[in-house]
């Protein structure tokens, strides 16, 4: 085995499908695919980040509105407010049955702001923010064979795009020290904008709608104006757009002991993939290591 | 004079403004940008190709109004079906007068098309429809200067975008072969889609208004995630956009023998140029050659 090459896989049908696939569509041959048509997409809370016990950016907004709570009291009886600064563990684990309020919540949590103001406020939550239970800020929390892959990805000509349920503006500002992804090549959830005295201020409106679901196709073609070749998910929110790629990899959280194991809303991806073939990487099985590296790791019991 | 780099352009203020400016922002000194923020964008219609006598697009458009007018004879006595059909030159002159008929036509002239469907219509076009006065595909009316242009910010680190006005995924459709310009790195006014079936579908919605004016700062914004660094446009549409970038280039259509010669829907711009500053082009002046190859002249008094 090569061992340059994805060198935090184990050999294994993942990594083996993997490598296939990239010959197939660079070398000679029927599958081959010019340099121009080699797009890759992937999903990012639980694809490329760890998504657990929340997704980061979850846990940006719950400390905005406990915030927002803190300057107006009147909040504080109101949802999500309450639920952010009560930290209610109930409320936030049931969140897919509040995303009415979740989403008015998410509107006016920036309302107004610039980018230069938005993107401060997000550098300073990766610089004092930590993962409850890796101890590390968030954007150390990022699996280390899916790095490996963006950049064989790069070394074989493809673009590699980001589309991402979560906050477009939120991961633009790490995406390229931390995966070397190009802002413009991070695709998500975005609020409009409105340009006036020379900047530009966010609305409390979305644009296009939730980058989840069947929103993922669309979001690409707006960004890319291509199909993906190839895309990575791990959770239903991203069948449509594995099911519009050619090659379709879906990241299993099986590893309780080295991440989680957790199969919810997962339940349709992983049967599609079993139906269509789809290549499934066990992050137990297929992976060596599971972050860039060794962090001081306290079981899932410990931080609730 | 450096005759290699920006052939077809005359050694003169605005060429020298150009390599001044790239001169700056890539070498070492307190005018230096790292390559990661080299983002230039350009309007398209009269900045990169001819909109005279009227922008390609609108031609495009036309024609399938016409289209439509003739499988639906009721649409013959509405507009904009009617001017499409009478090819009225009084009505099409003053469109800037029709907006909302215009943008309600457009919604509805491609509506539920996927995106091949669309794109095959648009290679038609581009094969089928010479320009009336210099009778070569709207592809080939281009302005060889500028595509230097592109070239040499390429060659210098810049990643370079088109932001116009005109429709996005028409220009997607000829972006790569006209002026190198990956489909990613078009932005312009855009359909919202859905997915169905698999696949997806235009609606008769915008996805975030027009991209022109005001428009232009927030569809750049949306899609790239930093401002220009250098911005090219030619009209009063692309003075916000240009507004917000270090260099800005005007293009001036002031050469009637081998262009046109117009300020209409410029005047705004010109006037801004002159306060702040602005590298104006002079078509007349600046420019050795307009187009890349001889193509057969006639006045534009033959043509209307």
Chains 1, 2 share one sequence.
């Not at 563990?89 to 107004?112: K, N, S, V």
């Not at 979560?166 to 695709?187: C, K, N, P, Q, W």
């Not at 790629?245 to 991806?269: G, I, P, S, W």
Request: proline share 7%; charged share 25%.
């Amino acid at each position: 085995m090569d061992t340059t090459t994805l060198p935090s896989w184990n050999d294994g049908p993942a990594r083996r499908a993997v490598l296939e696939f990239l010959a197939t569509v660079t070398e000679a041959g029927p599958g081959h695919v010019p340099p121009v048509d080699r797009v890759a997409t992937f999903d990012n809370d639980g694809t490329l980040w760890c998504e657990q016990p929340l997704p980061p950016q979850f846990d940006f907004v719950l400390r905005r509105w406990a915030e927002m709570a803190e300057a107006d009291p009147s909040k504080r009886r109101e949802q999500p407010y309450q639920a952010a600064v009560e930290r209610d563990a109930d409320w936030l684990r049931h969140y897919y049955d509040h995303i009415p309020e979740l989403l008015r919540g998410l509107a006016h949590a920036f309302d107004g702001a610039t980018p230069e103001q938005f993107e401060a406020i997000v550098a300073r939550f990766f610089t004092d923010v930590h993962h409850p239970r890796f101890g590390l800020p968030y954007d150390q929390v990022v699996y280390q064979p899916m790095r490996e892959l963006l950049e064989l990805l790069a070394a074989n000509g493809f673009r590699v795009f980001i589309a991402s349920g979560g906050g477009r503006d939120f991961m633009r500002v790490i995406s390229e020290a931390t995966y070397g992804v190009l802002r413009e090549r991070v695709i998500g959830t975005a609020p409009d904008y409105e340009y006036r005295d020379g900047t530009l201020h966010r609305l409390p409106t979305l644009l296009g709608g939730v980058d989840d679901g069947p929103g993922k196709p669309v979001h690409i073609f707006h960004q890319v104006g291509r199909r993906p070749l190839l895309a990575g998910g791990n959770s239903d929110g991203d069948v449509e757009m594995m099911e519009s790629a050619r090659f379709a990899l879906l990241v299993h959280h099986d590893d309780a002991d080295r991440e989680y194991a957790y199969d919810v809303k997962a339940e349709r991806a992983l049967d599609v993939a079993a139906r269509d073939g789809w290549t499934v990487v066990s992050m137990r099985d297929d992976w060596s290591t599971v972050f860039p590296q060794r962090v001081p790791v306290r079981t899932a019991a410990e931080v609730g």
